[in-house]
């Protein structure tokens, strides 16, 4: 068979099609939707032609059509090397595949600007929803679209400012649970690693890290505390910063995987014997051959929640009349944690 060979202006139509065979772009339509109006002989002809011209039909746009949607679901994450948003990403696609639904990702490198032009374009190609990592508390493109009809799930925050079903971690208790365990074993001048302070994650994670601090008569101390790092190179850097104090911390807590990767370098280069704990279990972690507490939860499971969520939204837009289903009150499902320690 030749390859394939687009016209010169731009990928072929339909009608290009049609015109190679001498038919209408109403009989290509039908022959290639395998319609049994057309005869074989025909179909074939009309086949071999679309293959010929290299055409692929525009599912999107007959989709639209015929009023339905894109079959296209928006997934926003702030930070695609943190491996936590690509088990978010699986445990969305497990659940909305079964809906006939394909998800597409956006990274926004945790900045506000690049979110909001990223949902502004998923929203002008169609979607039929959006699950949302939001990078700030300033939500309102997240509720622009969510009034322009398009479902919206957040992920890891609540929404702000406009009602929408949200799927958190429990980040202040677990952050709590694991601070409070290194005071169990004796620590008392612990260090605090984490995300920006804008990173709605990040601060109720060094909210429960207080409290833990409180409820066992200890102060907060902000020397000991450093935010800001999204990257293992920044954590070691961090790290270090800390282990070089006059009086440096026994124990470290980290809020995030990317800053425990990153302590846990800053200890190796240092030969210390300080303690380490961390929010997020991260694979390897039980071959670091270091002793580490970690707060453990499911991040597939957080994933197969927020597409459960937006799939009942999605099912709820279509309706026989054609009229908007009047909405249910916004869900806020919060998934749990638990300690898990590796080495002795």
């Known amino acids: ?116 032009e990223l949902v502004a374009d998923l929203v002008a190609r169609r979607v039929d929803g959006i699950i949302a990592v939001p990078a700030s508390a300033d939500q309102r493109h997240l509720a622009a679209a969510a009034a322009d ?41 612990i260090g605090f690693l984490g995300s920006p302070p804008a990173v709605y994650t990040g601060t109720e994670r060094l909210r429960g890290y207080a409290a833990a601090l409180a409820a066992h008569g200890l102060p907060y101390d902000e020397r000991y505390v450093r935010q800001g790092q999204t990257e293992p190179r920044e954590a070691r850097r961090a790290a270090a910063e800390l282990l070089a104090l006059p009086e440096p911390p026994s124990a470290l807590f980290c809020s995030n995987n990317r800053n425990t990767i990153g302590a846990f370098r800053a200890l190796r280069a240092s030969g210390t014997d300080t303690a380490l704990a961390g929010f997020d279990d991260f694979e390897l972690a039980d071959a670091l051959g270091l002793p580490i507490t970690l707060v453990a939860y499911d991040s597939d499971e957080l994933g197969r929640v927020a597409g459960r969520l937006l799939a009942d939204r999605m099912r709820g837009r279509g309706s026989d009349s054609g009229k908007k289903p009047e909405p249910g009150p916004a869900r806020r499902i919060v998934t749990r944690t638990s300690l898990v320690e590796y080495g002795s």
């Open 1 to 116: 068979m030749p390859e394939p060979r687009p016209p010169a202006d731009g990928p072929p139509t339909l009608r290009d099609v049609a015109e190679r065979v001498g038919v209408s772009a109403m009989t290509a339509s039908r022959a290639l939707r395998d319609d049994s109006r057309v005869l074989p002989a025909t179909r074939e002809r009309i086949r071999a032609a679309a293959a010929e011209l290299g055409y692929r039909p525009n599912e999107v746009a007959r989709s639209l059509r015929l009023g339905r949607g894109t079959g296209l679901v928006g997934l926003v994450v702030t930070n695609l090397a943190n491996p936590f948003y690509s088990r978010l990403a699986l445990g969305v696609d497990s659940v909305i595949v079964d809906d006939g639904f394909k998800t597409v990702i956006g990274n926004t490198g945790q900045d506000l600007d690049s979110e909001r």
């Open 149 to 189: 009809g398009v479902p919206v799930v957040l992920a890891s925050r609540p929404p702000e400012g406009f009602d929408a079903d949200c799927v958190l971690v429990d980040d202040f208790g677990g952050a709590l649970a694991a601070t409070a365990r290194l005071i169990t074993r004796g620590h008392r001048r």
